[in-house]
């Protein structure tokens, strides 16, 4: 028994992975055959499954539908996943690093300090974009970068303590929240409107375009989130004993911040703000597999993935022709869940 | 054998004082830890016993002087574990996970325990009777298993001394003991150090080696049981009247009798109401 127990706690959650993976397959069909037109559930897993290098297999779908297959849902069923995955994995993270279980990816003041930048790219036309990185998304992710960097220099001069960090985001956000309705009552009303529109988040793609910029995000800063998880069990017997253990957690917590803020900053230039996968993902991951960020943050990744994929498919169909922002979606949801972890906050603590 | 260090350390703590902001919590204190032994830290309430083991664990800086192992090195987590006095037992976490914490001082920062590591952590539980215990919640555990748990997580730390900060005094006489025959029976069998702050002297006198009396931050007394526990140095110590025995040649210390404790308080104290020393 013991021996089980010792395996559990060291080994990759393989069952719960399998699991997470043949649900996002669920997902990404279920996304891909739904929408204005509807496509063939069999001619989409065929034209899929003939992605797969080496294997061949004869579609049914027609050029138009593959078209629309390969460039308009495929896109932004990826990008969706990713999003959903990095907000997954950085809520799980910062909810880690703070020994929180109502910390969140934005906690820091990334979606303040993203806003901000936003806001003054939409409405004031301030141009920073480089290369592929548009404008808005460019200044949202310097914008939210600002903001965590702002929050980690003042708490550093405070004492560094995570609970200082904590306090020095929450001023942040006040103040970049503070700025942008500053510009936002400047601007004509169209110009509002379009920031309103970037701020409730939204998955629209323009082809692969945004899926290549926050690709190599995801890959680099989860493979670091990832590769340091075992860190974050340490932490949760809080500094003084992870000291004692051997384990730096200044460092630690360092390194886990900076690549889940990169990680926060990134989605949210692409997508906006979702409200509530962060914080939601995680905590039904602890309900299932465990409180292990071992398994937690994998777990996170996946069900973020096929969360977010899931609600973009409501805020397609839901309310169409017209389509819903959606991080009001995930908002709808999450919510009340909220509320739930709140009361819940004692048991299903971190 | 679940600690691989053949033999214990000797810590030599030199001159080391320790401030929270203004207050001085050490002062100057010079002690010496013989490889292999029991060394019991007593005083009063804030005497300095807690600060003095954060600082030999590396917790807290020195503000002066230097703390050494054997080899003049400073100590690491390989050297020294912690059994802290408030141990944070994480919600949901298993005791198998909990007790897999102690190797994180033996792996490399990317790696992920071996098949050794997890051999150790199987070898601690069994040699504590926590086998049966892997499973369950840490945070769900009584308060013996629960300091059962916190020790198997140090001795799987697998380290040459061991720093205990009155690591029983929420248990029970009965538990009290067990864990302190466990701790004693490591010490006796592998020669581990073993500094640790009591406060009960009876039950101090009966593991340690040595005693180390603090009182304000300052070492009062060093050495023998017999020695430190003096009745006139531990009535001045501990502003109270205290008798020390020996009985079935144990030292045991107790209050003394109740009506000449009364009579010596009240000589300090005038506002404690009289009393007939009876109940």
């Known amino acids: 028994m013991a021996t089980a127990a010792i395996d559990r706690a060291y080994r990759l959650p393989v069952p719960g992975l399998v699991m997470g993976v043949l649900v996002l397959a669920g997902v990404s069909i279920i996304s891909a055959i739904t929408g204005a037109a509807s496509l063939p559930a069999a001619g989409v897993i065929a034209s899929m499954v003939d992605l797969v290098p080496g294997v061949s297999v004869e579609s049914s779908l027609t050029e138009r539908q593959e078209s629309i297959l390969f460039h308009i849902r495929l896109p932004r069923l990826v990008l969706g996943m990713l999003v959903g995955a990095a907000l997954g994995m950085s809520g799980a993270s910062f909810q880690g690093v703070f020994r929180n279980p109502l910390a969140d990816p934005y906690l820091l003041g990334v979606s303040s300090g993203a806003g901000f930048g936003a806001t003054l790219a939409l409405g004031l036309g301030v141009d920073i974009g480089w290369g592929p990185f548009d404008a808005v998304a460019s200044a949202a992710f310097v914008g939210g970068l600002v903001a965590v960097g702002a929050a980690a220099l003042i708490a550093r001069g405070a004492g560094a303590s995570p609970a200082t960090l904590l306090l020095a985001g929450i001023a942040m956000a006040a103040l970049f929240a503070a700025g942008q309705t500053y510009v936002l009552q400047k601007l004509s009303e169209t110009q509002a409107r379009e920031v309103l529109n970037w701020l409730f988040g939204r998955l629209n793609t323009s082809g692969w375009d945004q899926v290549g910029l926050l690709g190599p995000y995801v890959i680099v800063c989860g493979a670091v989130l990832l590769a340091i998880r075992r860190h974050l069990d340490v932490l949760r017997v809080g500094d003084d004993e992870a000291r004692a253990l051997g384990l730096d957690p200044g460092r630690s917590r360092a390194i886990v911040i900076v690549a889940a803020s990169l990680l926060t900053a990134a989605a949210v230039s692409v997508s906006g703000l979702i409200a509530f996968v962060g914080l939601v993902v995680p905590h039904v991951v602890r309900l299932t597999a465990g409180h292990s960020y071992r398994a937690i943050l994998p777990l996170s990744a996946l069900l973020g993935a096929s969360f977010l994929a899931l609600v973009d498919v409501g805020a397609r169909t839901l309310a169409a022709p017209a389509e819903l922002p959606v991080g009001v979606v995930t908002a709808f949801i999450g919510a009340p869940f909220f509320a739930f972890v709140l009361i819940q906050a004692r048991k299903a603590a971190v | ?279």
């Open chain 2, 1 to 279: 054998m679940t600690g691989g260090a053949s033999g214990g350390i000797a810590i030599s703590v030199t001159g080391v004082s320790v401030d929270y902001r203004a207050r001085r919590a050490l002062d100057t204190v010079d002690v010496a830890v013989e490889p292999g032994e029991w060394l019991a830290l007593i005083g009063p309430n804030g005497a300095g016993k807690s600060s003095l083991l954060r600082a030999i664990a590396g917790l807290v800086p020195a503000a002066t002087g230097t703390i050494a192992i054997g080899d003049g090195r400073a100590p690491a987590a390989r050297d020294i574990a912690l059994v802290p006095q408030v141990p944070v037992m994480p919600p949901g976490m298993t005791v198998a996970e909990y007790v897999l914490l102690g190797r994180t001082a033996h792996l490399a920062w990317l790696a992920r325990e071996s098949a050794h590591d997890r051999d150790v952590v199987h070898r601690t539980l069994a040699e504590l009777a926590l086998d049966g215990f892997a499973d369950r919640p840490v945070d769900e555990l009584s308060g013996g298993e629960a300091q059962r748990v916190v020790l198997a997580r140090a001795l799987a730390q697998q380290t040459p001394a061991l720093l205990l900060d009155e690591p029983t005094s929420a248990l029970d006489l009965g538990h009290q003991l067990a864990v302190l025959d466990a701790i004693d029976e490591q010490r006796r069998r592998i020669g581990l150090t073993v500094v640790a702050a009591m406060h009960d002297l009876t039950v101090a006198a009966r593991y340690a080696t040595r005693m180390v009396l603090l009182a304000e931050g300052r070492v009062v007394a060093t050495g023998l049981p017999a020695e430190v526990l003096e009745v006139d140095v531990l009535n001045a110590v501990y502003a109270t009247a205290l008798s020390v025995r020996v009985l079935d040649d144990e030292i045991v210390v107790l209050p003394a009798a109740r009506h000449s404790a009364l009579n010596h308080i009240t000589s300090d104290h005038d506002e404690l109401p009289p009393t007939d020393g009876a109940g």
